[in-house]
């Protein structure tokens, strides 16, 4: 197989017709996971681990109705999350609240301000981890 890194996505690119408003979003809700990303010019594009967000390039298209879900670490985050994202212009898609998919399922739902749902959960069923991320090297 040679360069499996126990995950399927390796990116997902967001593209926007408004992007000052998503990306003013986005800032938000990443400041409240306590999370920097990185601005890449300011009228450019913005990353976060291997999220990347940016305005709609040349005559292509936009990125309409994704389903995108952030892990947090507990309900409080959860929370903060939602109440950041809706004071940069999200919409509500769904307050902070237990969910019946599984026991421990704590979520809460936004619509970002180009109509992607973002859903920020935490699942408590969930007490530890391998490791808290990957870090990958490559040769030159």
Known sequence: MGYRLGRLIDHVGLRVDDFPAVQQFYLAVFEALGRACEVHDADDELSLDELYIGPRLG????????????????????A???????????????????RDYHPGYYAAFLLDPAG??????????????????VDVTTGS
Do not use: W, Y
């Not at 903060?80 to 237990?98: C, F, K, S």
């Open 80 to 98: 903060r999350i939602h109440a950041a994202g809706m004071a940069a212009g999200g919409r509500d898609n769904g307050g902070p609240g237990l």
């Open 59 to 78: 005559g292509g298209g936009v990125t309409a109705n994704l389903h995108l879900c952030f892990q947090a670490p507990d309900r409080e985050t959860v």
């Open 116 to 133: 992607n749902n973002l859903e920020v959960k935490v699942d408590e069923r969930v007490t530890g981890r391998s490791a808290e991320a």
